[in-house]
Protein backbone atom coordinates (compact mmCIF):
# COMPACT_ATOMS: atom_id res chain seq x y z
CA UNK A 1 0.00 0.00 0.00
CA UNK A 2 1.83 2.91 -0.71
CA UNK A 3 1.82 5.44 1.66
CA UNK A 4 3.62 9.09 2.53
CA UNK A 5 3.00 10.21 6.33
CA UNK A 6 4.35 13.44 7.73
CA UNK A 7 5.51 14.17 11.21
CA UNK A 8 6.91 17.36 12.86
CA UNK A 9 4.35 19.80 12.96
CA UNK A 10 2.89 22.17 15.57
CA UNK A 11 3.08 25.58 17.79
CA UNK A 12 5.69 27.81 17.52
CA UNK A 13 6.61 31.28 18.25
CA UNK A 14 7.84 33.30 15.02
CA UNK A 15 11.40 33.14 14.59
CA UNK A 16 10.94 29.84 15.50
CA UNK A 17 12.31 26.35 13.71
CA UNK A 18 10.45 23.40 13.03
CA UNK A 19 11.63 20.32 10.78
CA UNK A 20 9.17 18.51 8.85
CA UNK A 21 9.64 14.72 7.93
CA UNK A 22 7.71 12.83 5.05
CA UNK A 23 8.27 9.48 5.56
CA UNK A 24 6.79 6.85 2.40
CA UNK A 25 6.07 3.14 2.39
CA UNK A 26 4.71 0.76 0.14
CA UNK A 27 7.30 2.41 -3.06
CA UNK A 28 10.72 3.11 -3.94
CA UNK A 29 11.59 6.67 -3.22
CA UNK A 30 14.47 6.65 -5.15
CA UNK A 31 11.75 7.23 -8.75
CA UNK A 32 10.39 9.95 -7.25
CA UNK A 33 11.05 13.80 -7.06
CA UNK A 34 9.13 15.09 -3.72
CA UNK A 35 7.23 17.84 -2.64
CA UNK A 36 6.08 20.06 0.22
CA UNK A 37 3.00 22.19 -0.54
CA UNK A 38 0.88 23.99 2.07
CA UNK A 39 -2.77 25.18 2.14
CA UNK A 40 -3.54 27.93 5.06
CA UNK A 41 -7.72 28.43 5.73
CA UNK A 42 -9.33 29.88 3.18
CA UNK A 43 -6.52 29.90 0.41
CA UNK A 44 -5.53 27.55 -2.14
CA UNK A 45 -2.73 25.07 -1.91
CA UNK A 46 0.53 26.16 -2.64
CA UNK A 47 3.69 24.57 -3.27
CA UNK A 48 6.92 25.35 -1.03
CA UNK A 49 9.49 23.72 -2.49
CA UNK A 50 10.43 20.36 -4.46
CA UNK A 51 13.56 17.96 -4.34
CA UNK A 52 14.48 15.52 -7.66
CA UNK A 53 14.57 11.83 -7.00
CA UNK A 54 18.62 12.16 -5.76
CA UNK A 55 18.42 15.45 -4.39
CA UNK A 56 20.25 17.49 -7.49
CA UNK A 57 17.22 19.55 -8.43
CA UNK A 58 15.40 22.05 -5.94
CA UNK A 59 13.00 24.22 -5.81
CA UNK A 60 11.42 26.99 -3.51
CA UNK A 61 8.39 29.38 -3.51
CA UNK A 62 10.31 32.72 -3.18
CA UNK A 63 8.19 33.32 0.37
CA UNK A 64 10.38 30.45 1.59
CA UNK A 65 13.49 31.23 -0.08
CA UNK A 66 16.68 31.25 1.93
CA UNK A 67 14.37 30.14 5.48
CA UNK A 68 13.00 27.00 4.37
CA UNK A 69 15.60 23.71 3.34
CA UNK A 70 14.14 20.81 1.57
CA UNK A 71 16.41 17.18 1.66
CA UNK A 72 16.02 13.71 1.53
CA UNK A 73 17.13 10.35 2.90
CA UNK A 74 16.38 8.08 0.02
CA UNK A 75 18.02 5.16 2.22
CA UNK A 76 15.18 5.98 4.82
CA UNK A 77 12.68 6.65 2.49
CA UNK A 78 12.18 9.90 4.53
CA UNK A 79 11.93 13.51 2.90
CA UNK A 80 12.80 16.45 5.11
CA UNK A 81 11.56 20.19 5.02
CA UNK A 82 13.72 22.28 7.51
CA UNK A 83 11.86 25.55 8.47
CA UNK A 84 13.63 28.39 10.19
CA UNK A 85 12.56 32.41 10.79
CA UNK A 86 9.41 31.23 10.96
CA UNK A 87 6.62 33.93 10.15
CA UNK A 88 2.50 33.92 11.10
CA UNK A 89 2.40 34.01 7.31
CA UNK A 90 3.51 29.94 7.15
CA UNK A 91 0.63 28.74 9.27
CA UNK A 92 -0.73 25.94 7.06
CA UNK A 93 -1.09 22.34 7.00
CA UNK A 94 1.97 21.06 5.47
CA UNK A 95 1.68 17.86 2.70
CA UNK A 96 4.35 16.29 1.38
CA UNK A 97 3.03 14.32 -2.40
CA UNK A 98 5.33 12.03 -4.46
CA UNK A 99 5.54 12.94 -8.47
CA UNK A 100 7.37 10.19 -10.93
CA UNK A 101 10.51 11.39 -12.18
CA UNK A 102 9.26 10.45 -16.18
CA UNK A 103 6.72 12.89 -15.47
CA UNK A 104 8.91 16.01 -15.46
CA UNK A 105 10.95 14.75 -18.33
CA UNK A 106 7.81 14.31 -20.46
CA UNK A 107 6.38 17.52 -19.26
CA UNK A 108 8.77 19.55 -19.29
CA UNK A 109 7.14 22.91 -19.50
CA UNK A 110 4.72 21.73 -15.61
CA UNK A 111 6.02 24.30 -12.96
CA UNK A 112 7.10 22.43 -10.19
CA UNK A 113 4.11 23.29 -7.94
CA UNK A 114 1.85 22.08 -9.79
CA UNK A 115 -0.50 19.78 -8.15
CA UNK A 116 -1.33 17.60 -10.65
CA UNK A 117 1.89 16.45 -11.43
CA UNK A 118 1.74 14.70 -8.33
CA UNK A 119 0.49 11.28 -7.72
CA UNK A 120 0.82 10.22 -4.23
CA UNK A 121 -0.27 13.17 -1.23
CA UNK A 122 0.30 12.47 2.88
CA UNK A 123 -2.50 13.74 5.18
CA UNK A 124 -0.88 16.79 6.30
CA UNK A 125 0.66 17.65 9.35
CA UNK A 126 -0.59 21.27 11.12
CA UNK A 127 2.35 24.35 11.46
CA UNK A 128 0.89 27.09 13.63
CA UNK A 129 3.13 30.24 14.04
CA UNK A 130 1.82 32.36 16.68
CA UNK A 131 3.07 34.21 20.03
Known amino acids: QLQLVESGGGLVQPGGSLRLSCAAS????????MGWFRQAPGKEREGVSR????????NYADSVKGRFTISRDNARATVYLQMNSLKPEDTAVYYC????????????????????????WGQGTQVTVSS
Open 97 to 120: AASPSAYWNLHTGTHWDTPSAYDY
Open 51 to 58: ISSRGGIT
Open 26 to 33: GFTLDYYA
